[in-house]
């Protein structure tokens, strides 16, 4: 099986902009995490997608969305960029319906805000 | 409030030698605690998890031991090889119907040849 995809792999921003992150997950898996992943903060959960439907979501703002489409493939959105957003943006994939299960990370997008 | 506390940050241990990295949860829904390993450039990818009702999980030179009574558990990896020096991150989450997974700080390990 294909392992979870990222699109793009880098992307530069500047302040104030929106951004778009794909992810494409293991075919048959339902569930889409996102997590935010630096230096100082370490990996954070962004929220979990399942069946097209938000299952749970972390304490970020609410400049950070997300949506799932039926075929699972997730995106996540942020508006307004600040500086702070410069992070590695990671999703992880899982069945999703058998309880907390091994969750299959993607190799993430990098993403730079000047 | 930090749910998982890792330690320590950073480990250099000499090929042949024992890794051992600890980490620490406070909420006891945990029911779910994988390792995982980070090259740079790369996504986690699983090492091994264990769930609550084992004391100890053992994948070739990986072996997890949890101690539910301390709310502990640590990674122990044997014959360490250049190879294993990476990030190791702890993590932990709970029943309930989410995915949501806790992590630790990460400790970056170095295995000097």
């Known amino acids: 099986k294909a392992g979870v995809t990222q699109t793009p792999r880098y992307l530069i921003k500047t302040r104030g902009q929106q951004v778009t992150l794909s992810c494409s997950p293991i075919?048959?898996?339902?569930?889409v995490s996102w997590y935010q992943q630096t230096p100082g903060q370490g990996l954070q959960f962004l929220f979990e997608y399942f069946s097209e439907t938000q299952r749970n979501k972390g304490n970020f703002p609410g400049r950070f969305s997300g949506r799932q489409f039926s075929n699972s493939r997730s995106e996540m959105n942020v508006s307004t960029l600040e500086l702070g957003d410069s992070a590695l943006y990671l999703c992880?994939?899982?069945?999703?319906?058998?309880?907390?299960?091994?969750?299959?990370f993607g190799p993430g997008t990098r993403l730079t805000v000047l | 409030q930090q749910q998982v506390k890792q330690s320590p940050q950073s480990l250099i241990v000499q090929k042949g030698g024992i890794s051992i990295i600890n980490c620490a949860y406070e909420?006891?829904?945990?029911?779910?605690f994988p390792w995982y390993q980070q090259f740079p450039g790369k996504g986690p990818a699983l090492l091994i998890a264990?769930?609550?009702?084992?004391s100890e999980k053992k994948e070739g030179r990986f072996t997890i031991s949890f101690n539910k009574s301390a709310k502990q558990f640590s990674l122990h990896i044997m014959d360490s090889q250049p190879g294993d020096s990476a990030t190791y991150f702890c993590a932990a989450s709970k029943a309930g119907g989410s995915e949501k997974l806790v992590f630790g700080k990460g400790t970056k390990l170095t295995v000097n040849p």
């Open positions: 264990i769930r609550p009702d084992v």
């Open positions: 909420n006891t829904a945990f029911d779910y």
């Open positions: 075919s048959g898996h339902r569930s």
């Open positions: 992880a994939s899982s069945p999703g319906d058998r309880g907390p299960d091994t969750q299959y």
